[in-house]
């Protein structure tokens, strides 16, 4: 017998942790937009901050957009399913995005990802520049070839975490956190 899911429980914890923000679901332009509004209308308080987490809430939406394995369709339009979710403690605001991806590219992002965090904010500044100019890192699956990833870890000035939990033989759950100092 399965475990039941609880959505009472799911909505205390969320509660629990300081939740600004939470969306699971299609990613599409219109939500994308009323999401990035919601940010900026939270955040009002810390405009330096808020400007930040609006900045990479948009960096990782996207990434669901265009990247998520796992699609639906409302009428003849598929949208890409994914998961956004900014909780606060004292001193950050966490922003967390995850979605399906096929195990193939977990290499690959788990590569960035290392790369980006061992390299300080010159050498991330020279990587972007160099990644635009020729496409460096681009492949079959990468439209942005991994500036994204590159511009949070610029405008966070914080290292990227990830995880991956496997969810079959083909697909993983790909999340990424990270961190904004509040009241810069």
């Given amino acids: 017998m399965s475990k039941k899911f609880s959505f009472f429980h799911h909505y205390l914890n969320l509660n629990d942790s300081d939740v600004i923000m939470s969306y699971k679901g299609p990613m599409s332009d219109v939500i ?22 609006y900045a990479i809430f948009m960096e ?19 949208y890409r ?3 956004v979710v900014l909780n606060e403690d004292e001193d950050y605001y966490t922003l967390t995005a995850g979605n399906i991806v096929d195990k193939k590219w977990i290499p690959v992002l788990w590569d960035r990802c290392e790369m980006i965090n061992s390299l300080d904010r010159d ?8 990644q635009r100019d020729n496409g460096e890192l681009s492949s079959e699956n990468s439209k942005g070839a991994g500036i994204g990833l590159i511009q949070i870890a610029l405008t966070s000035a914080q290292p990227i975490s990830i995880e991956f939990r496997d969810i079959d033989e083909h697909n993983s759950f790909f999340a990424l956190a990270v961190n904004i100092k509040k009241g810069l």
């Fill in 32 to 53: 994308i937009n009323e999401i990035s509004k919601d940010i900026q209308f939270k955040l009002i308080e810390d405009p330096k901050a808020g400007k930040k987490v």
């Fill in 60 to 78: 990782l939406a996207q990434n669901i957009f265009f990247y998520s394995s796992e699609v639906t369709k409302f009428g003849e339009k598929p």
């Fill in 81 to 83: 399913i994914g998961s």
């Fill in 123 to 130: 050498a991330l500044r020279r990587m972007k520049f160099e």
